[in-house]
């Protein structure tokens, strides 16, 4: 289990310039008709921890070093050859493009292993957003391969010479209020405002199921 601590904790510890609610702006009670990933383990471009394996193997080759991400019924889980974790609920919205909303499971931080938080008003304690793009479905109608593009505050100040970057946004978004590092909206308008901007400010991760069973 502490690969799959110490990777939940670096998650919530460089969150930046992410938009995030403090509570949930759709339902997060499934409704018959929402969109689904194929339940399955999932290849996600885009991220790297510094791991270099074959996810098609099973569980028990993958190196040590290795996590998965598995979907299943609304929930997102980080697989490892020995272990498996909840990191996220989630509920997708039907629409063009899918909106997701993703809340994490801070669970992970009560691990005395994990470095203790300095405040909790921040995106991995509240509720992130995605556009969700399928590039492919199953016979079933469940997502099979996607695209998807976080919501972002707005974008990053210029670099200036002999000075580190700062990581949020100075020109944030209509109705996004920055905090920190990332930023608050208070209405789903706000976060698909800008979601329809986030093309401009980065590329899409890029998700392909693999197989059923991890």
């Known amino acids: 289990m502490r690969r ?3 990777l939940l904790a670096a998650l919530a510890l460089s969150a930046c310039n992410q ?3 403090r509570t949930p702006l759709v339902s997060e009670a499934h409704e018959g008709g929402d969109p689904e990933f194929r339940p399955g383990l999932w ?11 074959d996810i098609r193997k099973r569980l028990r080759d993958w190196p040590e070093c290795a996590v998965g991400i598995e979907f299943r019924r609304g929930q997102m889980w980080f697989v490892s050859g020995h ?8 509920r997708l919205v039907d629409g063009d493009p899918i909106l997701l909303q993703a809340h994490w499971q801070t669970d992970v931080l ?3 292993r994990a470095p203790e938080p300095k405040d909790t008003d921040n995106p991995f304690y509240g509720w992130t957003y995605f556009a969700v793009t399928p590039t492919r ?7 099979r391969e996607a695209k998807a593009l976080q919501a972002e505050c707005g974008p990053l100040p210029a670099l200036q010479p002999g000075r580190a970057g700062r990581g949020v946004t100075d020109r944030p978004f209509p109705g996004l209020v920055v905090v920190g590092n990332n930023c608050v909206a208070k209405d789903l308008d706000t976060v698909k405002r800008a979601l329809a901007q986030a093309g401009s ?4 991760y890029e998700l392909k199921w693999v197989r059923d069973d991890p």
């Open 4 to 6: 799959l601590t110490i």
């Open 19 to 21: 938009v995030y609610s």
């Open 43 to 53: 290849l996600l471009s885009g991220e790297s921890h510094n791991c270099e394996f």
């Open 83 to 90: 272990d498996r974790k909840l990191a996220q609920t989630q």
């Open 110 to 112: 009560q691990d005395p």
């Open 137 to 143: 479905m199953d016979g079933e109608g469940h997502i």
């Open 201 to 204: 400010l980065s590329q899409p």
